[in-house]
């Protein structure tokens, strides 16, 4: 970690005060009598690495000269909690009721901010300065007294502790699950903020707690705050909430006066005066909009659309650039999750059969016109992914699983067989149906019954028609194993119900890993969020030895040691056959009307869409798209 700011040492005075605050908070058991806080820092990682010192005027990616102006109108690439893509009926994006519309949180802002040229720094928003205690249990946050709300009243750390408080007993539960850990957050005053964290609870949980929105406590005092609404919410962050439509588009205004716009984690970034998002329910009529230039960015998803779509004449003259950029980041796990808890899927040899069945090889010649690779690890695209034999760090720390593992963990971790790519591979289906037997999966009648004598039969669901053509060939191959295979789309607001309820045999999802790993990783395979409505752990994952696992991994000391932890981690995952992995591609595709520009370098962590690009007048005016 950074060394302590000399500017930052406080005065005798200070001191006093300080000691009396904490003195009368020990009293009163809200902080824990052995806290002793180091220095104050101007930034905090898992691993002590900063590359921002001190003094740093702003982030390397940026351009520090962009104008400010302009409007970036686009779809949907990233989302979080409560958000959807595809509409939106609440401007709540902090609870489980209701969806939300994407990038809300850009209306808040935060005790810290990430780096994203880094792979988990964060560096003083909010709080200008924290303090860690000597066991690095306690955090104590300095506020920044210019910090305002959109309503100029102060933010402080009052509106923090209530937040974090709040979040913890009823935010979406992806939030509480993360911060569960965390013990208290307090104000001993109005400019210092002590959160307290559980014996043993590794950083990455108060950078997690440093990095969440901040709400007014007086706001939402008078609300109830687990209620779904259009109410516009009170923010303190960048930009506001402006003009929108309930499941049509949204528009956030940059606030002229914002009060942090000038400190170096924010200069040269939040440059457009509005960042417009378009919803569609269907990725085609999404295409066709943004040919009619109802919008003028997208990042494309679709091989089909990237391959054979951009021929229209506006690509032709010049007006719309397609670009592609590297996607550094670990690609994290796609694919269809199957939920374990169904007596139909527990037995990992009917879930392997399910993976044989699937052809990636002739699904990405036919219809991805080559351009994705096979997904196969929990950690892809990152040196987490576990490859080859285990490695002796690995190996020892295996062994000591060794008698509640199969077999295969210790030698090459299990991959998703290669097809000969004919969409016919016979080898394959035969592999399939005999495990499918060995499991006590009979043909009957020509149709596969379970051990129970049940018709097996397995439904796809999903909120939008366009992996049909995915979908279905791959249907077809599991019909001609006998099972009673069917996809099931309904609308977005039902989908999103029954995910979080558990209430279906296959979806597809996909898991962004970071790239140092933290609390945020529980919700994806841990045993006590295998039954937690709206948790991420949607195969209903239950392992004493992947829990272990995914504790060492978040307290590990070194990012050599985390490394070593999540390729065993990875191998044993692997192992359960809990997924279908489908498919990741290392780049973005963008294609954007000629009206923006971004800086040389992107992020290496993000696309730095929003933050960093902006709109570029005399190009608009060059290319006749001004207006």
Do not use: C
Not at 233 to 262: C, H, K, T
Not at 456 to 472: A, C
Not at 505 to 512: G, L, M, S
């Amino acid at each position: 970690m950074a060394q302590g700011d000399s500017r930052f040492r406080p005065n005798r005075r200070e001191m006093l005060a300080g000691s009396a605050a904490l003195a009368g908070a020990v009293a009163a058991g809200i902080v824990p009598a052995r806290a002793e806080f180091g220095p104050p820092r101007h930034g905090i990682s898992v691993f002590g690495e900063l590359k921002y010192g001190l003094d740093f005027a702003h982030l390397d990616y940026v351009n520090v000269d962009a104008p400010k102006g302009g409007k970036l109108s686009r779809t949907p690439s990233v989302w979080a909690y409560n958000q959807n893509p595809t509409t939106f009926n609440t401007l709540n994006t902090l609870v489980q009721k209701g969806d939300a519309p994407v990038a809300l949180d850009i209306i808040y802002d935060s005790l810290m901010r990430r780096a994203l040229d880094e792979p988990d720094a964060v560096y003083g928003l909010a709080a200008e300065r924290v303090a860690v205690s000597g066991d690095k249990r306690s955090y104590r946050f300095t506020m920044r007294p210019e910090a305002r709300f959109h309503d100029g009243t102060p933010l402080t750390a009052e509106d923090a502790a209530f937040t974090l408080e709040t979040l913890k007993a009823k935010g979406h539960a992806l939030i509480r699950q993360t911060i569960r850990r965390m013990e208290s957050a307090v104000a001993e005053d109005e400019k210092t903020l002590v959160v307290t964290l559980e014996d043993g609870t590794p950083v990455s949980l108060a950078m997690a707690i440093a990095t969440l929105p901040i709400l007014s406590k007086t706001f939402h005092e008078s609300r109830d705050f687990e209620e779904a609404g259009l109410d516009i919410p009170l923010g303190s962050g960048p930009y506001r909430v402006g003009q929108f439509e309930a499941g049509r588009y949204i528009e956030y205004d940059r606030v002229e006066d914002y009060w942090a716009r000038d400190l170096p984690i924010n200069r040269g970034q939040h440059n457009f005066d509005t960042i417009r998002f378009e919803f569609f329910r269907d990725r085609d009529v999404a295409f066709e909009g943004f040919k009619g230039r109802a919008y003028n960015l997208r990042e494309e998803f679709t091989s089909r659309v990237w391959a054979t779509g951009y021929d229209f004449p506006a690509v032709k003259d010049g007006r719309v650039k397609l670009e592609t950029l590297p996607d550094d980041r670990p690609s994290g796990a796609q694919g269809w999750f199957l939920n374990t808890r169904l007596k139909k899927l527990s037995d990992p040899r009917v879930r392997e059969a399910l993976i044989n069945a699937f052809d990636f090889e002739w699904t990405n010649k036919t219809l991805f016109y080559g351009l994705y690779q096979r997904t196969w690890s929990y950690f892809q695209n990152s040196d987490m992914m576990a490859e080859g034999p285990p490695s002796p760090e690995e190996l020892s720390l295996l062994e000591l699983y060794r008698d509640r593992l199969p077999e295969e963990v210790f030698g090459e971790p299990y991959t998703p067989p290669v097809s000969d790519g004919s969409g016919r591979d016979r080898k394959l289906q035969r592999a399939a149906a005999k495990l499918l037997e060995e499991a006590g999966y009979e043909i009957r009648d020509g149709v596969r019954h379970t051990p129970d004598g049940d018709v097996f039969r397995i439904e796809f669901l999903d909120d939008e028609p366009t992996f049909d053509r995915v979908v279905q060939p791959y249907i077809q191959r599991l019909k001609a194993l006998g099972i009673d295979a069917r996809s099931r789309t309904v609308d977005a607001s039902q989908f999103r119900k029954r995910i979080v309820d558990f209430d279906f045999d296959i979806v597809i999802q996909r898991f962004a890993i970071p790239a140092t790993p933290g609390e945020e990783v529980r919700v994806y395979w841990t045993s006590d969020n295998a039954d937690t409505p709206g948790s991420r752990n949607l195969s209903g994952i239950k392992s004493p030895v992947i829990d272990d696992l995914t504790q060492r991994l978040i307290d590990a000391q070194s990012r050599g040691e985390q490394v070593t932890v999540a390729r065993a981690l990875d191998r044993v995952l692997r192992a359960g056959r809990y997924w279908v992995p489908q498919w990741y591609k290392p780049v973005h595709t963008l294609a954007y009307w000629d009206v923006y520009a971004h800086p040389e370098n992107k992020p290496r962590y993000d696309l730095g869409l929003n933050d960093t690009w902006w709109y570029d007048a005399a190009k608009a005016e060059e290319n006749g798209l001004a207006g």
